[in-house]
């Protein structure tokens, strides 16, 4: 997501990284650590899917190479922006598979997720955050 041009309404950010790993349990539990109770599952699911992404696919597991946070609440949303050190790619068309088409799809078949892991992790960021 891109926020050029668009000021987001938060003073203060604090700041996240590590190196690429896929053990994200602390980092996890870090970044929840101020929001609700009632919330962190589904939170967890959506962010844990945000740093695999960028640890996998945007940093293709280098250890040389980190995925960064930044995080903040501001006027009763919180908010995240996750940036790691790759090349970046087109949302709408990812892996051959529009979001949109995988939004329909499983809405069409209620009870029976995607099967494909292809744009599933942009899915599921939708579905958690999006919305």
Known sequence: MNFSGRSLPIKKWESLSFTSTLYLRPILDALLESTPNP???????GLQEALVNAATHGNHLDPQKVVSVRHARA?????WIVTDQGEGFE?????????????EI???????????????????????FDQ
Request: glycine residues 10%.
């Open 75 to 79: 006027n009763g949303y919180y908010w």
């Open 106 to 128: 499983d809405e069409t078949l209620p009870g029976n997720p995607v099967v494909s892991e292809c744009g599933r992790g942009l899915y599921i960021l939708h579905q958690v």
């Open 39 to 45: 919330l962190h599952d589904e939170l967890r699911l």
């Open 91 to 103: 949302r709408p068309d990812y892996c051959g598979c529009p979001l949109d088409e995988i939004a």
